[in-house]
C-alpha cells in the first residue's frame, strides 16, 4: 500500500530544523543521549499537545499505536521513565530559542496578538510534615516547598510551575522559567534583578511591577494611561496606579 503523509508530518515540515539542531548544539542538550534525543522529545511533546493528551504516560501509549506512522517522520515512542528524565534534566532554552525564533518570522498580526499576552510570575509555600520531606529542609524542625508558578489570567490557569525547597528565592526560579517573547510580565518585589529585567526586555517583553525605595530612577515621569490600557487592569485584576 502506498504510503500516505500525515497532517502531523506537514506541521513537523513548517519546525525551522537547522535552527533547532543548532540550539540543541549550543545547550549541549543531546551531551551522553544514546536513544532519546532532543528531537524525539520535542516531537513527542508536540503529538500529546496535537493529541490533546495530558500525561506522559498517554503519549506513550497513544504513541504506540501510531508507530507505523509516526515512523517515516522520524519520531521515537518514548518510555515513560526516559521521557520524564528528559522533561526534567534537559534544558528548556532549546524550545524556547526555537520559538523565538519562529516568533521573529511571524506576521505582523500575531506578533500583535503576542503583544498583548500577559503573563502573572508569583510563587507559594507549600509547608510539608511526615516521611519523605526531609529533602525540604528548611529549618532545625521546619520542612517546606515553594511552588514557582506562572499564570496565565486569559486562561485562567498556570501554564507553568515548579516546585523547589522553599529556601530557593522566587528570582532564582525565575531565571529558569520559559519566556514567551513579546509578553508583557507582572510580578512583584521578589523578583527584583536588573540582570532578569534586561533580558526580559532583550526578548521585546514588558514588565509590571513596583521600584523598591531606594532605586535610583533617572528621569522619572508620570505618564497618562493611553486608551485601552484598562484592557491590562481588568485582566490582571486591579486598577492601574498613576504613579511614576
Known amino acids: 500500500m502506498r504510503h500516505q503523509n500525515s497532517v502531523f508530518h506537514g506541521l513537523l515540515k513548517l519546525i525551522p530544523w537547522h535552527v533547532f539542531d543548532r540550539l540543541v548544539d549550543e545547550h549541549g542538550a543531546d551531551h551522553l543521549v544514546r536513544k532519546f534525543t532532543t528531537r524525539h522529545q520535542f516531537i513527542a511533546l508536540s503529538f500529546g499537545q496535537l493529541e490533546g493528551v495530558n500525561s506522559l504516560r498517554g503519549i506513550e501509549v497513544t504513541m504506540e499505536s501510531h508507530q507505523g506512522r509516526l515512523y517515516h517522520i522520524g519520531a521515537k515512542v518514548p518510555l515513560r521513565s526516559t521521557f520524564s528524565d528528559a522533561n526534567r534534566l534537559r534544558s528548556p532554552l532549546v524550545f524556547s530559542g526555537l520559538f523565538e525564533h519562529m516568533l521573529a518570522t511571524a506576521t505582523r498580526g500575531f506578533k500583535r496578538q503576542m503583544a498583548e499576552t500577559v503573563r502573572l510570575i508569583d510563587a507559594t ?3 510539608l510534615a511526615g516521611l519523605g520531606a526531609q529533602w525540604a529542609h528548611f529549618s532545625d524542625t521546619t520542612y517546606g516547598a515553594k511552588a ?4 496565565d489570567p486569559d486562561l485562567g490557569c498556570p ?6 525547597p522553599a529556601k530557593i528565592n522566587d528570582i532564582t526560579a525565575a531565571k529558569t522559567m520559559p519566556i514567551d517573547a513579546g509578553a508583557t510580565y507582572v510580578f512583584d518585589l521578589g523578583y527584583y534583578d536588573y540582570a532578569w529585567w534586561a533580558q526580559l526586555h532583550e526578548m521585546g517583553c514588558r514588565i509590571v511591577t513596583r521600584f523598591k525605595t531606594n532605586t535610583p530612577l533617572r528621569d522619572a515621569r508620570i505618564l497618562e494611561l493611553p486608551a485601552g490600557s484598562q484592557l491590562l487592569s481588568d485582566r490582571i485584576g486591579f486598577l492601574p496606579a498613576r504613579q511614576a
Do not use: E, M, N, R
Not at 159 to 164: D, E, G, R
Open 159 to 164: 501554564i507553568y510551575h515548579v516546585v523547589t
Open 148 to 151: 514557582h508558578i506562572i499564570y
Open 125 to 127: 509555600s507549600l509547608p
